[in-house]
């Protein structure tokens, strides 16, 4: 599968933001989908994951209330709002799909290595 992430650019703290990614391919519905983030001098780490049937989320806590993950299995499409950012938001997002979804409708993982294919990250820049 390929993955086209947007929708990144510069917000003011506390502004809102929203990120787009797209798949290639007829298996979507099966993938678990994540957004992972990767700040400069810094490893990427999760910052939203949702199972195949959508049923399912994890947020960790710096971004839980503020980032909600959702997915439109039609359109091979995986969302990314982001509201009430912050300087330290600031980072490449990254969306990543993990083919053992086909486990469970409600299977999902937090772990980088659980996924098999990246897209190429969109820069979010948030201003203080």
């Known amino acids: 599968v390929q993955l086209q992430a947007s929708g990144g650019g510069l917000v003011q703290a506390g502004g809102s933001l929203g990120l787009s990614c797209a798949a290639s391919?007829?298996?979507?519905?099966?993938?678990?989908m994540g957004w992972f983030r990767q700040a400069s001098g810094k490893e990427r780490e999760v910052v939203a994951v949702?199972?195949?049937?959508?049923?399912?989320?994890y947020y960790p806590d710096s971004v839980k209330g503020r980032f909600t993950i959702s997915r439109d299995n039609a359109k091979n499409t995986v969302y990314l709002q982001m509201n009430s950012l912050k300087p330290e938001d600031t980072a490449v997002y990254y969306c990543?799909?993990?083919?053992?979804?086909?486990?469970?409708?409600?299977?999902?993982?937090?772990?980088?290595?659980?996924?098999?294919?990246w897209g190429q990250g969109t820069q979010v820049t948030v201003s203080s």
């Open positions: 990543a799909a993990d083919e053992r979804g086909y486990l469970s409708p409600t299977y999902y993982s937090a772990r980088r290595s659980s996924y098999d294919y």
């Open positions: 391919g007829r298996t979507f519905s099966r993938y678990v």
């Open positions: 949702i199972s195949s049937s959508g049923g399912r989320t």
